[in-house]
């Protein structure tokens, strides 16, 4: 297998965590504003996925699942919605699990990573398997790329040979929307779309949300060149992805973290191969739909390690696989638990879990294809509605087997987060 081969012969990874990017604000999905030249023609000459849904629509479960391979109902990190209740009840991610970075530092890889999120810290587990580890609070993307590129130079310095694992977390474009300079009068009007009319608060709002994007994608753009620059772009495994989207009351909320629809749980996820990967593993669009408990077996492949036995998810390369596979899930507790089963065809099955026992199941059915802003349920037949919701119950049932015997420590934490 890949892990026998010598460490001079696997390539470094760069895992670039993009928070908060619905992907329908990208001109590679389809968005009619120039917000993401860097980012498109990264994806028109590589590998991604047309339509990649997040197991969660906030950051903790959602970054949780890329570092473990596992859903929410398996690693536990889905914190209580209410504020008074996630500052006593927060779970961090159980020591438990061999994350990502534990198993390639395990196959010989440097680790590091720059996060910028209060979140994603060593208090809450994200720190498992990182050599180095930095937290630079709330920081920009052209601080995070500082910090990123002085983690990788002085691992250049030691040993070009030795292949390193880097995870860099974007906090652009977060509320509160606030880009610098140039970038928060870039993009001025109404966004109205076939699909929605904004409001004058949500048309600012998108007009500042763009603007982050468009500064994140320079800084980006930024970021590749310094990598060309050291001579190690082409060797790179690159993975892009997002933790989850962002609502603009196109279902009646705003921000993110409370339903299941595309604005907030399909988001980008772009894979760039070493150039000694064959074009036809390494380039084009994915059709079939990966979830972030695919990035795990992802990275593996391309570092050329073997994925722990029993993850749930498919490495992107395997498109075969992945086109079997019948769906993927999602989830948020929010006032009432939201569940989804996204088939590998288009159709989504969102469930309204009610808090009351015995009280009925919310079915509503969307399909990506006809009617991707998902403003109303198709018409479904009562057969269709039960078969998706027995597979996700299916699927729950696999998910919740794979709990760990320890859950995670409850962590006490600060008003301020």
Known sequence: TGCQSPAAERPSVLFLMLATLRAD????????RETSPNLDAFAAENLRAAYYVTPSPWTTPSVASMFTGVYPITHGVMPPSDRGLAKKAFVRIPDSFETLAERLKAHGYRTGAVTPNPWTTAQFGYAQGFEQFYHRDRARADEINRATLKVI???????????????????????PYDPPGEYRSMFQGSNASKDFEYNEKMVEHINLYDGEIRFLDFHLGELFKALKQRGIYDELAIVVIADHGEQFLEHGHVR?????????????FMVKAPKTFPDAVARGVIEATPSSVDLYPTVCALAGVKPPDGLPGISILDREALSRRTGVMSEIAKVNPYQAMVSTAGR???????????????????????????RLPIAASEEELRGMRDQLRREQAAAAALRPGDSGPVVEVEAET
């Open 25 to 32: 604000h990208l001109g590679v999905y389809g968005y009619r």
């Open 153 to 175: 130079d002085g691992w250049l310095a030691e040993d070009r040979r030795q292949p390193f694992f880097m995870y860099s977390h974007y906090l652009d474009p977060h509320d």
């Open 256 to 268: 993110h973290g409370n339903q299941l629809h595309n604005e907030e749980v399909h988001v980008p």
């Open 348 to 374: 989504k099955l969102i469930v309204t879990v009610p808090r009351d026992e015995g009280g009925e199941d919310g079915l509503a059915l969307f399909d990506r294809r006809t009617g991707y802003a998902e």
